[in-house]
Every structure is written in structure tokens, then in C-alpha cells.
């Protein structure tokens, strides 16, 4: 049978992507992901990507910077800040998955000389896979329209949620920006 991640990364072409194809691959593996699971609900349980085959999480605090992931002894260590807060390192801990997935093919997925391009598809793999799109709607539709609420629901921080309405459409961007100034 074939290992979670080679099914994940099935879903890349193995050619130079646009920012919106970029996108729409990251979000059918994190859909893939929840479906390979068996979850259907929020919140996201850190064992989703804990359990996978050759993946192992540490939390270092202090730490200098939010996340790292790296190929040590046959298998992926991801080192997460564990200074900062848990839907921080929840947050971080899915864009490194990302990152394990398009690593061997970055340098075709993406333009060279800029990480841009890949570091927003791996924040955009982090909200659909902890915030997917129906599960954010459902919540929605169902009165949860507070960040602060949501981002309990789905263990995450309040400012992923108002980024995460944003590419859903839930919210305007002016709504985004009044959220800011108050």
C-alpha cells in the first residue's frame, strides 16, 4: 500500500505552477489528507500528522523561529516553537507539512530565487487543512461568527480565522481591514 504522503503528493503536476494552481493543490491534500483520516470534524487532531509513517514532531522552547522541518535518520522532524501559543504551533506544524510535500519537486513547483511562492501555498495547506472550507461554512452557517469563537473551535489563532473567512468569502476585505483598525 502506498505511504499517506506519496498519495498527497499524487496530486502535484510535476510542472512550474501558477498562484492559483498552487493553491488549488494544496487544498485537495489537505482535503485528501481529512479523507485518508477518517475526520469530519473540527478541531484537527495533531495525531492526523503525527500518526503519518516517518514524521516526527518536537517542540523546543526557546526556539528561534517558529518552525523548522528536516530529514534526519530515515525520517521528518518537524521542530516547532513551543513558546508560542497552541494554535500557533498547530498552525506551523501543518505549513511543515507542506513543505515535506512539495520537497522534492520545489525547484519545478516553484520560481527559483523566491519562497514566496511556496511559503503561501504552505500557509494556504495550513488554513484548509485545519479550517476546511465546508467545516468553516458549516460553523458559520450555524451562528459561529466571532474569531475569537472560531478559533477555539478549530484550535487555531484568531487572526488565521479572519484570514481563512477572507479566501473563503465569509468575509469582505473591508471587514478584514475594520477588524484590524479596531
Known sequence: MRSTITRLRDLVPL????????????????????????????PLAEDVIAGIPRIQIERVAPARALAATQWSHGRW??????????GRQRWSLAHE???????????ILYPKGS?????QACDYFAGCL?????WLRRAWSQGSRDGRTLARLFGVTPEA??????????????????????
Open 115 to 119: 519562497t514566496e511562492p511556496a511559503e
Open 97 to 107: 507539512l507542506k513543505h515535506i510535500l512539495d520537497h522534492p519537486f520545489v525547484t
Open 161 to 182: 480565522v479572519k484570514v481563512r473567512l477572507l479566501q473563503v468569502g465569509l468575509i469582505e476585505p473591508t471587514a478584514l481591514c475594520l477588524a484590524k483598525e479596531v
Open 15 to 42: 510542472r512550474r505552477l501558477s498562484t492559483p494552481e498552487a493553491l488549488r493543490v494544496a487544498e485537495a491534500q489537505a482535503d485528501r489528507l481529512l479523507r485518508l483520516s477518517g475526520v469530519t470534524g473540527p
Open 130 to 134: 485545519l479550517m476546511p472550507r465546508r
Open 77 to 86: 522532524l518537524i521542530i516547532i516553537n513551543g513558546a508560542v501559543s497552541r
